[in-house]
């Protein structure tokens, strides 16, 4: 596509953004919105968000797990930037989220990294790829979509990864003792989101990929081919994809989140107007 049509999208999503509605599919509509050209789209989406002083923190990856594909009808993993008005860090377990701006929100259940150093591209070992991180925490994302879930995968992947809020939970140190541990127990690591209480779906860490750690790999080695995006670097938060399906909430709805299988802190989210 041409950099004026790559303009053009991003100017129709940058306003879809700003004014919280739904857009049909730049997939059904523009011929030659590939994958490449989403990601076009979003190198100059994070241009025109930082000249709006927002900053990049790190990357969320979405759609690594598997067994959503179906559902959603893409046929690979995405990311995006977040950035320091999209992070937030839960206090003592909780946080409290406005769904102002978000259209058709939904929530995930994730791992996230934060960086010491680059990703080493090519390395398919969880022991040297939990090397390259400072330390990990169970983390919330909030997505949601200005194509009413209804796309293809450029679409969703030009559309910030459909990204709409994150929330950390509390950090765990990984170092030299902890890793080999760590990198058996993260496949089956389990993560359940409650509805008031209540129970409503579950997953694990192996559904991400064969664990969230491959997210890193995975990332790792797309940037590597992304000459126009900037590699991984230290400092980094990298949120590695949900464990579960992402289940709609509205203003009003508290949810929380069960973690087993590591020490990491459950989360409850209250989400308001």
């Not at 509509?29 to 590939?34: Q, S």
């Not at 989220?97 to 070992?125: H, N, T, Y």
């Not at 929330?167 to 008031?196: C, F, H, M």
């Not at 994809?241 to 459950?266: H, M």
Request: proline residues 6%.
């Amino acid at each position: 596509m041409s950099p004026q049509q790559i303009q053009s999208i991003a100017r129709e999503l940058l306003d879809a953004h700003d004014h919280a509605r739904q857009i049909a599919s730049f997939a059904a509509r523009e011929a030659g919105f590939d994958l490449d050209a989403a990601y076009q789209v979003a190198a100059e989406l994070m241009r025109q968000r930082r000249s709006r002083g927002s900053q990049p923190v790190g990357r969320k990856i979405g759609f690594t797990n598997r067994g959503i594909w179906a559902l959603y009808g893409v046929d690979a993993p995405m990311w995006a930037h977040v950035y320091d008005d999209t992070v937030s860090h839960a206090e003592n377990g909780r946080a409290e989220i406005s769904l102002a701006g978000m259209v058709s929100p939904r929530m995930e259940p994730e791992i996230l990294f934060k960086l010491r150093a680059p990703v080493p591209v090519g390395c398919k070992d969880a022991e040297q790829l939990l090397r390259s991180a400072e330390w990990y925490a169970h983390s919330v994302e909030i997505v949601h979509s200005h194509f009413d879930w209804k796309f293809k995968l450029p679409d969703a992947t030009a559309d910030w990864a459909c990204h709409a809020r994150l929330v950390i939970g509390e950090p765990q140190a990984i170092d030299e003792e902890n890793i080999p541990a760590l990198a058996r127990a993260l496949p089956g690591i389990r993560a359940a989101l409650l509805k008031s209480g209540v129970k409503q779906i579950e997953g694990i860490g192996a559904n991400v990929l064969g664990s969230p750690v491959y997210a890193l790999a995975f990332l790792a080695d797309l940037l590597a081919e992304q000459a126009f995006m900037q590699p991984l670097a230290a400092g980094e938060v990298i949120s590695t994809g949900t464990l579960t399906d992402a289940l709609p909430v509205k203003p009003g709805e508290t949810w929380s989140t069960e973690i087993g299988g590591l020490p990491l802190q459950n989360l409850t989210i209250s989400y308001t107007d």
